[in-house]
């Protein structure tokens, strides 16, 4: 499929949890996320990601190899669900794995997570460019998910932050790897760790975020980040590589961390997995997404789950 052929109308494939739309003016794919129910990163948004990932790189590959000038240059990762980017791993999913033993379902969907995002984050081997941009929320793997492009694009308002450790988990798909790119390894693990929040603006003092936008101006200030590196791409893209070479995301690295994310999971104290319920009840409110996860308490009580 060429890139003239979908041009600014959306990529036609059986995606229910995302849209993607091609801006041709911009050679930009756009890929917002809007989950059915709660917005964090369940397994069909995982599905989607991925599958849209594949035509994205299929694409810019052929673009690049033919050396069309029209090829996509850019890829935008956003929501549709407003105040949200995205709220981070299913928890709700988590749950459910946990209290039957399924290791082997918890560690694929971990690995497919790092597999979304090593992608994003080595812009697929290729000269080509991905942005993330935030408006509202991101939160654990949203944040996660954030940082793996190679631009950051925040609203002042928009808010980040690692609540795992608030429930005896940690952030492991990626967060410490990611953050060490943009700030101190010693930085990056206090803020994985202190459960706190940090605003688009502070985010962006520190180094973490890349662009700043006054808060419902996201979408304008990437359109015109897009529109003052044309005819320039090539340095750019080039910089990006060099950054990458100077501190490169290792998958092997990534995949030893998501082996102890799940061996930290699997062995979670029924505390802190009703703790997880109760963030889980807490989405469901607002959102809605089903059947709650049933989790017991430590005399085999049955207790309703929540979600993250």
Request: proline share 4%.
């Amino acid at each position: 499929m060429s890139i003239n052929a979908i041009n600014a109308r959306p990529v036609h494939h059986a995606y229910t949890q995302i849209d993607v739309r091609v801006e041709k003016a911009e050679r930009a794919v756009w890929v917002r996320m809007q989950p059915q129910g709660r917005p964090c990163m369940t397994p069909r948004l995982l599905d989607d990601l991925s599958a849209a990932q594949r035509v994205i790189h299929g694409l810019a590959k052929a673009g690049c190899d033919a050396h069309d000038p029209e090829r996509p240059l850019y890829q935008v990762l956003t929501s549709a669900t407003p105040g949200v980017f995205c709220l981070g791993g299913d928890l709700a999913h988590f749950l459910t794995l946990m209290e039957r033993g399924d290791r082997a379902t918890l560690y694929s969907y971990a690995e497919r997570c790092i597999d979304v995002l090593h992608r994003s984050a080595t812009a697929y081997d290729l000269p080509f460019t991905t942005i993330a941009l935030v408006q509202g929320q991101a939160l654990g793997g949203g944040f996660e998910a954030a940082l793996s492009n190679s631009v950051l694009v925040a609203e002042e308002g928009a808010s980040f932050g690692f609540p795992e450790t608030l429930f005896g988990m940690f952030p492991g798909m990626g967060a410490l790897s990611l953050l060490s790119r943009r700030v101190s390894p010693g930085l990056a693990k206090r803020m994985a760790s202190s459960g706190r929040m940090y605003s688009g603006r502070e985010l962006y003092d520190m180094g973490v975020v890349d662009v700043l936008a006054r808060d419902g101006e996201g979408e304008r200030v990437v359109h015109d980040y897009i529109a003052e590196r044309r005819n320039r791409e090539s340095g750019f893209h080039a910089l990006e590589r060099a950054a990458e070479r100077l501190h490169p995301l290792s998958y092997d690295e990534l995949v030893d961390v998501v082996g102890l994310w799940v061996d930290t999971a699997m062995a979670l104290s029924m505390r802190n997995r009703r703790l997880m319920g109760y963030l889980v009840a807490a989405q469901e409110k607002r959102w809605g997404a089903g059947t709650l996860p049933q989790v017991a308490d430590e005399k085999g009580l049955l207790v309703a789950g929540a979600g993250a």
